[in-house]
């Protein structure tokens, strides 16, 4: 048997001491022992906050990004739910018109489209009976037995500008000559070597499809002509500059409607004056308007101020939904702004805490943990959201006050009660405290029924730029990243109001050097522009 060290500290001699003093070095050691007991508890604490972050910092890496949990089927009766809504629309009077016209709609997109589209430009090839196969037939006829799907590989042709020119000779002295030329089209670019259609493709391109000038670079040297991405950059930039008045007239729109979405992602801008290539810069997204006449407009600064959104919202009286950015809360203020929140933000933060919670207990058979009942309360709002979202505003708005709003109710109870029983500083604990202090604006969509329960409209319009990002993944100048502003504002504004992005490109290239009115201007906004 391995004998154990002895150790070194002595044992102090107590005999000699009274009664009083004995207490007194007791109450020594009882201290020093709470002491280390409570740097004890603070390292474990410590140790399992690092454990939880790095679990989802694991999650996030090599994980599947769903949001779904498995406990989000039987968390609650969802089929009482469908007995509420039902019970909910038999006290409605009959869907209107322009109900039924949503519903159909939503029906005819959710049904999967067989063939292709009759748009596309057919060709008729015909495969005939020889000669000798149809001798003595009575008569012959053709059936159509398939289509296939063809593919016309892109191609670059020059277009050669001829001017006619006329001369007039004067009558009365045949040295005076008068020239009249043909009216030739005015490029927007001015002197320019390649046509309004090449340059909407280079931007469709490279923003709505994030493929890099560098790529495209590439692709048009295989096409025969080399056309370089500095070339390219320029031309982006020059129709930023171009279509600026229009922005601005779209935003003076954008900020006549009552209710807009906001958010911001960051960008990387190498040169930009006062900061760092490596500091975090900002592009913000606005989405909304009149119902009619909706645009997504990015704006990019170096700031993310509560003045940059000061400046972006100056003359809007509405309704704002953002996630719980406080840069919002002044001018929210300062314009009488009602402000709502974002349940996809909140429901985000219980989803990492559900993934970066403690496998073991996890583990057990059975257990249902305090952020998979959260995300149960958020995804029966949802799962009302989703029955609604045929239903007219004001059939909107009674659903949510009547069956809503109960749930809302009991959430916030069940927040309040469990905040207290969760370790500060963890993962959900955070999810709690964020919800519970946003729960004024996240409350909020309940009050009309026009709101959404989320901000997605926002994230979704700016969730190109993303992407975009990770192929390009910074802008060089300022000028750069106004310009790529410029490109995703006039993109997402076109697939908001139903248009091609690439047609409507080109189109606003095709007018904008000529149009020096407002009437001329406002022709170019996309409820306003019909494209072959």
Not at 114 to 143: N, P
Not at 391 to 407: G, H, N, Y
Request: proline share 3%.
């Amino acid at each position: 048997m391995k004998k154990q060290p002895k150790s070194t500290m002595k044992t102090p001699d107590l005999s000699g001491l009274s009664a009083a003093e004995l207490r007194l070095v007791v109450a020594q050691f009882q201290a020093v022992i709470d002491e280390q007991s409570t740097a004890l508890q603070d390292a474990h604490r410590r140790i399992e906050l690092l454990e939880e972050m790095n679990r989802l910092l694991k999650t996030q890496k090599f994980s599947a990004s769903s949001e779904k949990s498995k406990f989000q089927l039987n968390l609650f009766d969802e089929s009482e739910l469908e007995a509420q809504l039902d019970e909910l629309f038999d006290t409605l009077p009959e869907t209107s018109d322009e109900g039924e016209g949503i519903a159909q709609h939503r029906k005819e997109r959710q049904t999967r489209k067989r063939g292709f589209s009759a748009s596309l430009v057919r060709e008729r090839i015909e495969h005939q009976l020889t000669e000798l196969e149809k001798a003595g037939a009575s008569k012959t006829f053709f059936t159509k037995v398939k289509e296939e799907l063809h593919y016309i590989p892109a191609q670059l042709k020059v277009l050669e500008h001829w001017q006619e020119k006329a001369v007039f000779t004067s009558e009365t002295d045949t040295q005076d000559e008068q020239m009249v030329a043909a009216q030739r089209p005015v490029h927007p670019f001015g002197k320019c070597s390649v046509t309004t259609a090449l340059i909407a493709h280079v931007i469709a391109d490279k923003y709505q499809y994030g493929m890099p000038l560098y790529r495209q670079e590439s692709k048009f040297k295989g096409l025969g002509q080399p056309i370089y991405r500095n070339n390219m950059a320029q031309w982006c930039i020059r129709f930023g500059d171009a279509a600026k008045p229009l922005l601005q007239l779209m935003r003076e729109v954008q900020n006549s409607g009552n209710y807009l979405q906001a958010d911001e992602t960051r960008l990387q801008v190498l040169k930009e004056d006062g900061k760092t290539a490596q500091s975090d810069k900002w592009m913000w997204v606005i989405r909304g308007g009149p119902p009619e006449k909706q645009s997504v407009l990015f704006e990019y600064d170096p700031s993310r101020a509560g003045s940059v959104a000061a400046r972006l919202l100056d003359d809007f009286q509405g309704v704002l939904q953002a996630d719980g950015y406080s840069g919002y809360s002044k001018v929210c203020q300062a314009n009488s702004i009602t402000r709502i929140g974002c349940w996809d933000h909140a429901r985000r933060k219980f989803v990492e805490a559900d993934k970066s919670a403690n496998p073991k207990a996890k583990a057990k058979k059975g257990t249902v943990s305090k952020a998979d009942v959260a995300l149960s309360y958020i995804r029966k709002l949802y799962r009302v959201e989703s029955s609604i979202a045929d239903k007219t505003d004001e059939e909107r708005l009674k659903a949510r006050q009547e069956i809503s709003a109960p749930v809302l109710k009991e959430f916030k109870q069940w927040l309040e009660k469990n905040a207290v029983k969760v370790m500060k500083g963890g993962m959900l604990r955070k999810a709690i405290d964020y919800t519970l202090n946003q729960w004024p604006y996240l409350e909020g969509y309940c009050e009309r029924g026009d709101l959404k329960i989320s901000n997605a409209l926002a994230e979704n319009a700016i969730r190109p730029f993303a992407i975009g990002r990770k192929n390009w993944l910074f802008a060089d100048t300022r000028k750069g990243a106004e310009a790529s502003a410029a490109c995703y504002s006039l993109i997402e504004t076109a697939k908001a109001n139903s248009l091609d992005p690439h047609a409507y490109i080109k189109h606003i290239l095709d007018h904008i050097a000529v149009a020096d009115t407002l009437e001329k201007l406002e022709a170019l906004l996309p409820w306003n522009v019909e494209l072959d």
